[in-house]
């Protein structure tokens, strides 16, 4: 990777000065660099202690090799690497596929499962991994035996940890027959993987109407599910009729049902977190078209005791907010259409997919979304093949703060272009940190962003261009935002990778850093407020 020319580093320097004022900054600072394992990727921040911070690594299987292996690794909080092992994933020596790797209560527990096609079962395993060398202890113990099914991701289980990680849902779906209800296996464990308690449930509606949008598992273990109900025959055509979130908890013969009704419109994106004081705060993106856009925000508040809405809010966004994207005359016909109730022609967001909803507490939230799509585009060889190319699209992140009444208080748009090819975005989108009353995100962009002299243009491209830049903005609590340079890639010998990064402390987030074997682990250090 190539160095910048010294005035560009000038000028980013200079820029990061003027945004950032007087005050003091967030600062970068890198940890050794190391080389890894060939063909092998940090997966995922498993935990971390004040001494140690704990990494699953995960090498692809190669030519000779069905099977990929994979590896814990300590790091010291000063980032260096303590230790290394590789985690051989065999039960009473038969091969069985990695679930997960779990960090709770200060313990490492290594999830498995094995698929017994004869059978049609499957099992999932535990085993505990030592806090040192992260080694196998004892016999795995089995801990979910139920009937064979893997998910649309080729996956048996799913996991959902609560907010205080104090209980593990593991959801399994369970095989059923054409047109019959869908049914489902709940597992609640405590922070010991300890089971606390388990049911089959079967939905009170037949599988063609009814469409599971997401479940949790609260602090007291109670299992939460979504779905969106159709009228019989229309899932595929028309609108859900409304929104259900079925209760499960042990000792219940039916589940406790909270139904949100609906206008007649389109929500393109919903999701729930459950409050304090366990109520359920719902919210998302409408649209007045179609599905996959976004003309502003439904809000909704649905009461613990009552298990009904007392709160249901759908507002739009500012017009300029919407149509920020659009050309001048795009934007001049969208307002025309607007004026004229022609909602089919209206200006609204596209192409944006729901991340976080950060519940405030005076009883507001925050959603942040991000708009991604995927470009195919096909080429037909003289042999009558075709390849598929694959265009990944990270682009603007929008920031939504919305009263406890569910009025928006304001909105913020990040500006960012990120593409790369048949990578899967290996370097892509962001890594948010929550720092008291302000919001940090920190992303890839292009030093050219923060060039006054530069040709304007926001696309940043990953291929190992010495023009990348660690971008940080800032969002206050007021609604102001600030986008600064924080580093240049190429001082570290590495690409950021936001989606693996992670904030691991109040005023603390943790950078991962590759290219090709290089690897690098950073802090960003955030003042006090």
């Known amino acids: 990777m190539k160095g910048f020319a010294a005035t560009t580093a000038c000028c980013l320097l200079l820029v990061a000065s003027c945004l950032w004022g007087q005050e003091t900054a967030p600062s970068l600072s890198w940890g050794p660099p190391y080389k890894a394992e060939g063909n092998s990727t940090l997966d995922k921040v498993v935990g971390f202690t004040p001494e140690d911070i704990f990494f699953l690594r995960v090498k692809q299987s190669g030519a000779f090799s069905n099977h990929d292996k994979i590896y814990m690794e300590r790091y010291s909080r000063d980032l260096k690497l303590k230790h290394s092992e590789e985690i051989v994933l065999q039960y009473d020596k038969t091969d069985v596929q990695l679930e997960d790797v779990l960090f709770l209560n200060n313990q490492l527990f ?47 289980f799913d996991f959902q940890l609560s907010s205080d990680s104090s209980h593990l849902l593991v959801y399994q779906q369970i095989p059923t027959n054409a047109r019959e209800p869908e049914r489902f296996a709940l597992h609640v464990f405590d922070r010991d993987l300890a089971l606390q308690w388990e049911r089959e449930v079967m939905l009170p509606y037949p599988d063609e109407q009814f469409a599971i949008r997401e479940y949790r598992v609260d602090g007291a ?40 009704d609906l206008e007649d419109k389109f929500i393109t994106e919903l999701t729930f977190r459950i409050a304090r004081n366990g109520d359920l705060i719902c919210s998302g993106f409408y649209s007045e078209r179609n599905a996959e856009s976004a003309k502003g925000i439904c809000y909704f508040r649905l009461d613990a005791l009552t298990r009904r809405v007392v709160t249901q809010t759908w507002q739009p966004f500012e017009f300029e907010f919407r149509a920020d994207e659009l050309s001048d005359r795009g934007k001049q016909k969208a307002f025309e259409a607007e004026a004229q109730g022609n909602e089919r022609r209206s200006a609204e967001l596209y192409g944006y997919n729901l991340d976080e909803l950060v519940l405030r507490t005076d009883g507001g939230a925050l959603l942040v979304a991000e708009q991604f799509y995927v470009e195919e585009r096909y080429r037909r060889y003289w042999d009558g093949t075709i390849h598929v190319t694959y265009f990944y699209h990270y682009n603007d992140l929008i920031v939504v703060n919305i009263q406890p009444s569910g009025a928006i208080e304001w909105t913020v748009r990040i500006p960012k272009e990120q593409l790369s090819i048949d990578d899967g975005g290996y370097f892509s989108s962001y890594v948010m940190a929550t720092v008291r009353d302000r919001l940090y995100f920190l992303y890839n962009d292009s030093s050219r ?81």
């Open 110 to 156: 290594l999830l498995t499962s094995y698929a017994n096609q004869s059978h049609e079962k499957v099992y999932l395993f535990m085993q505990k991994l030592s806090d040192k060398q992260m080694r196998p202890t004892g016999k795995a113990e089995k801990i979910v035996e139920g009937p064979l099914r893997r998910n649309q991701y080729g996956r048996t």
């Open 449 to 529: 962003n923060f060039d006054p002299n530069a040709r304007p243009g926001r696309l940043f491209s990953f291929d190992g261009s010495s023009q990348s830049v660690i971008a940080l903005a800032e969002v206050r609590k007021d609604g102001t935002l600030t986008v600064s340079p924080l580093a240049m890639n190429r001082d570290a010998s590495i690409l950021t990778r936001p989606k693996v990064s992670r904030q691991i402390g109040g005023r603390l987030l943790l950078v991962v850093g590759e290219w090709g074997r290089n690897v690098r682990l950073g802090n960003v250090i955030f003042p006090g407020q």
């Open 221 to 260: 273990g109670k299992v939460y599910l979504m779905g969106a109900v159709f009228e019989p025959g229309q899932r595929n055509r028309r609108l859900p009729s409304h929104y259900l979130v079925l209760e499960y908890q042990p000792g219940d013969l039916a589940p406790v049902e909270w139904k949100i």
